[in-house]
C-alpha cells in the first residue's frame, strides 16, 4: 500500500495569484496523476507525470495553467496558475503501484479544497 | 479514451447484496476492468479489479461477462459503509509509451443504503 499526503489540506485564494500543491508519498512509485474533482461530480484527469520525464497533459489542460514537477519518485507539485473563481475545486493525487496480490492498483491523496474567490 | 457506462445510482437494503452493473463495449483485449469507490469527503479508493475471470476479495466480487463488454460489482452484504460512489474504470494506454496507463473516470453509481 501507500500512503499519500497533500499540502494544503484546503485554501482559499484570490483571483490571478497562484498555488503550489504538495504532494508526497511514502514509497518510490513510477506513476503519478493529477486529479480535479468539482462539487458533486466525478474526478477529471489533469496529467500523469513521470518521474525523469515531462507531464502528459490531457484534453483541456494545458502546461503554462497547471505545471507539474516531479523532482524524484517521491515528490510532485502542480501549481493552479492565474486562478479564477472557476478553479475552486479539490485537487487530488494519485499514484499506481503494483502489489503482488492485487496488481496495479491507484492510491489516492486526501485532496486539496481551492476557492477562489 | 475507453468508456465506461454505469447508471447514476442506485438504492439497497442494509444487509442485501447489491450488484452494481457497468458496460466497457469498447474494451480491447488488454483491459483490465477496475472498480474504485468513493466516500463522502474522501479520496477514491480500489476496490478490486480483473481481467476476464470472476475475482474475489474481502470487499467484493467481480463478475465479467464472457464477452467482457460488461461486468457487475457484487457488494454481498451492503452496510450503511458502503454508501459511496462506486466508478467502474478502464485503463488506457499513456501515449506510445509501453507499459505505462492512465484512468479515465466515468460518472460513476452512487450507492444508498437504506437501514
Known amino acids: 500500500s501507500a500512503v499519500i499526503s497533500q499540502k494544503p489540506s484546503r485554501d482559499i485564494c484570490q483571483r490571478g495569484t497562484s498555488l503550489t500543491i504538495q504532494c508526497q508519498v511514502d514509497?518510490?512509485?513510477?506513476?503519478m496523476f493529477w486529479y480535479r474533482q468539482q462539487p458533486g461530480q466525478s474526478l477529471t484527469l489533469i496529467a500523469t507525470?513521470?518521474?525523469?520525464?515531462?507531464?502528459?497533459?490531457e484534453s483541456g489542460f494545458v502546461i503554462d495553467k497547471f505545471p507539474i514537477s516531479r523532482p524524484n519518485l517521491t515528490f510532485s507539485t502542480l501549481t493552479v496558475s492565474n486562478m479564477s473563481p472557476e478553479d475552486s475545486s479539490i485537487y487530488l493525487c494519485?499514484?499506481?503501484?503494483?502489489?503482488?496480490?492485487?496488481?496495479?492498483?491507484?492510491?489516492f491523496g486526501p485532496g486539496t479544497r481551492l476557492l477562489v474567490l | 479514451d475507453a468508456k465506461t457506462t454505469q447508471p447514476n445510482s442506485m438504492e439497497s437494503n442494509e444487509e442485501e447484496p447489491v450488484h452494481l452493473p457497468c458496460n466497457h463495449s469498447?474494451?480491447?483485449?488488454?483491459?483490465?476492468i477496475h472498480w474504485y469507490r468513493q466516500l463522502p469527503s474522501q479520496g477514491p479508493e480500489y476496490v478490486i479489479h480483473?481481467?476476464?475471470s470472476n475475482v474475489n476479495n474481502r470487499m467484493a466480487s467481480l463478475a465479467i461477462a464472457e464477452d467482457r463488454k460488461s461486468s457487475t460489482l457484487i457488494l454481498h452484504r451492503a452496510t450503511l459503509r458502503d454508501a459511496a460512489v462506486y466508478y467502474c474504470?478502464?485503463?488506457?494506454?499513456?501515449?506510445?509509451?509501453?507499459?505505462?496507463?492512465?484512468?479515465?473516470f466515468g460518472t460513476g453509481t452512487r450507492l444508498k443504503v437504506l437501514a
Open positions: 507525470a513521470n518521474q525523469g520525464s515531462e507531464a502528459t497533459y
Open positions: 494519485s499514484v499506481e503501484l503494483v502489489e503482488r496480490a492485487a496488481g496495479e492498483t491507484q492510491y
Open positions: 480483473g481481467l476476464t
Open positions: 469498447t474494451i480491447s483485449g488488454t483491459d483490465y
Open positions: 514509497s518510490q512509485v513510477t506513476m
Open positions: 474504470i478502464l485503463r488506457d494506454p499513456l501515449g506510445t509509451t509501453s507499459g505505462t496507463y492512465k484512468y479515465i
